[in-house]
């Protein structure tokens, strides 16, 4: 016998409660959704207009940096002595056993091409910064592309620009320097919108070029290479190409520097790695940067797209190479190829979030923007000191060592003869040639792969007429940047003549011939 149909009220009194909790639960999920897209609608406008004032910030900037005729970080000055050598036609790559003795540490083609603009368009660090900037908007307007190509989403691409010239302030640093790195930077990234697009045997060109400006740019070729895996013959296929062209333009270099291409760019470039100097160096760039990171790495999360392979390798890889930032020297320079991989994850990551189906892809979007947000806000202080140096310091001269450099230089260039500092940029701004590198050639030095005699000797010879230091010659030696023996050959032959501008000045001793010629 069946059993009695349940009656209808009793079954709708059971179900009553379960029904009024779904609608409760409903209305509160939709609640928090509201709530989370207007908190993720106000971090995304937020960080539009942070990106928009930082950009402000960046003309600015970019606007007072460029005439400004002194340096605003080492190698300026030693990369415009080298271009100038390329405009005089002089050797790039001299033998480093007689003056001048200073390191052209990087591959040709940024000297080549700023010595020839400078036969044009004059004298000066205008040239290379014009060409650095030039780079650099090359670079960002590569990167929109590319992200927008991927992504099928322009906004995505605009972002990624935007985070690229804004994120850690990297990028507004060194765009306006006679620096090599941001033509470097913008080849690479050349490279890599060519194999986003499909186009890896043309991207072999831009590729090689960026490493016949500056030798470690080999993060973008790997992360081709590895994009391509595992299609082996394609793979290998354009690391061939890429090898014979380094090949072949290594050996040209080799044979019109007489030998010398491969010393100055590999063991004159290869300075020492310091645990502490690394320790020094990875604080500034996990504050800047341990957010932007986080927010890309997100994109690892999500399932790759055959186009995003690239950008994806060029991140991982960048990052294994971090590294580097314990070589002596090594600066904020050593992250723009991580901030630009960076950036275009976060365009890249952002568009998949808001494709993804609410509630996911609506939280999702909004934690990217919020964690956006705080990343920006990270570097405000930064680009409040921009503002300040571009509205009022720079207009009035520049403070510090570069306000000591402009006072003095026209002194010093009155001054006939040579000069030797320790200050390259010093000598740049007088008129004179860098005769000698302190820095690079201590190094060199301390670490036997180079004879001192040749400085030694000239030196002895009483060559310069003048020498500016920033300490003087009886300061503690690990103060300095000269070895003992280029202090003690420095005490014998020259005699001190007071301090200016915070430089301590020297003038050629009596020589020995003409001191005994005196009764």
Same mark, same amino acid.
């Given at each position: 016998m069946l059993p009695s149909a349940e009656p209808a009220g009793l079954l709708e009194a059971r179900i009553q409660p379960s029904l009024r909790r779904a609608r409760v639960w409903r209305e509160v999920e939709n609640q928090a959704l509201a709530v989370g897209r207007g908190a993720g609608t106000a971090s995304w406008v937020l960080v539009g207009i942070l990106i928009a004032a930082y950009l402000l910030a960046f003309a600015l900037s970019v606007k007072v940096r460029l005439p400004f005729p002194a340096e605003f970080t080492y190698g300026e000055a030693v990369v415009l002595d080298g271009a100038r050598r390329v405009a005089r036609d002089e050797l790039l790559y001299p033998p480093p056993d007689r003056l001048p003795l200073v390191v052209s540490a990087y591959m040709p083609l940024y000297y080549w091409m700023v010595g020839h603009l400078m036969r044009l368009f004059g004298d000066g660090y205008a040239v290379g910064r014009a060409l650095s900037l030039s780079a650099t908007? @090359?670079? $960002?307007?590569?990167?929109?592309?590319?992200?927008? *190509? %991927?992504?099928? =989403?322009?906004? @995505?691409?605009?972002?990624?620009?935007?985070?690229?010239?804004?994120?850690?302030?990297?990028?507004?640093?060194? &765009?306006?320097?006679? /620096?090599?790195?941001?033509?470097?930077?913008?080849f690479a990234l050349a490279g890599l919108s060519l194999a986003t697009a499909g186009r890896t045997h043309w991207a072999v060109l831009p590729l090689l070029a960026a490493l016949l400006t500056k030798q470690s740019y080999v993060v973008a070729p790997i992360a081709v290479a590895l994009a391509l895996w595992p299609r082996w013959r394609s793979s290998l296929g354009f690391a061939g190409l890429l090898g014979a062209g380094i090949l072949s333009a290594t050996g040209i270099a080799q044979a019109l520097s007489d030998g010398w291409f491969l010393w100055y760019t590999t063991v004159a470039n290869a300075n020492p790695m310091r645990l502490d100097y690394f320790l020094a160096q990875i604080y500034p760039?996990?504050?800047?940067? &341990?957010?932007?990171?986080?927010? &890309?790495?997100?994109?690892?999360?999500?399932?790759?797209?055959?186009?995003?392979?690239?950008?994806?390798?060029?991140? %991982? %890889?960048?990052l294994l190479t971090l590294s580097g930032i314990a070589k002596v020297g090594a600066s904020s320079n050593y992250w723009l190829e991580l901030t630009a991989a960076t950036s275009a994850l976060i365009g890249l990551v952002a568009v998949r979030l808001a494709a993804l189906p609410r509630p996911r892809g609506a939280w999702g979007h909004a934690g990217l923007g919020a964690l956006l947000l705080a990343s920006l806000l990270v570097v405000a202080p930064g680009y409040r000191a921009v503002v300040v140096e571009a509205g009022v310091i720079l207009p009035a001269g520049g403070a510090g060592s570069v306000a000591a450099q402009i006072a003095l230089a026209p002194a010093l260039a009155a001054v006939p003869g040579d000069l030797l500092t320790d200050d390259p940029s010093l000598a740049v701004a007088a008129g004179k040639p860098i005769l000698f590198e302190f820095v690079?050639?201590?190094?060199?030095?301390? =670490?036997?792969?180079? +004879?001192? *005699?040749?400085?030694?000797?000239?030196?002895?010879?009483? /060559?310069?007429?003048? %020498?500016?230091? /920033?300490?003087?010659?009886?300061?503690?030696?690990?103060?300095?940047?000269? $070895?003992?023996?280029?202090? +003690?050959?420095?005490?014998?032959?020259?005699?001190?003549a @007071?301090?200016?501008?915070? /430089?301590?000045?020297? *003038?050629? *001793?009596?020589t020995d011939v003409l001191a005994e010629a005196i009764p």
């Open positions: 908007l @090359g670079a $960002t307007a590569l990167l929109v592309w590319s992200v927008r *190509r %991927v992504s099928g =989403q322009l906004w @995505g691409g605009l972002l990624a620009g935007g985070l690229f010239l804004t994120q850690n302030m990297t990028v507004l640093l060194w &765009a306006p320097l006679h /620096r090599v790195d941001m033509l470097a930077l913008g760039f996990l504050h800047f940067n &341990a957010l932007p990171l986080l927010a &890309a790495g997100l994109m690892l999360l999500l399932p790759s797209q055959a186009a995003e392979k690239p950008w994806r390798w060029y991140f %991982v %890889v960048a690079i050639f201590r190094l060199l030095a301390e =670490q036997g792969l180079w +004879d001192q *005699r040749p400085i030694l000797e000239a030196i002895a010879a009483r /060559r310069f007429e003048i %020498v500016a230091l /920033r300490m003087p010659l009886d300061a503690p030696l690990g103060d300095t940047e000269w $070895t003992a023996g280029v202090r +003690d050959a420095l005490v014998g032959a020259y005699a001190p @007071g301090r200016a501008a915070d /430089r301590w000045l020297y *003038r050629p *001793r009596a």
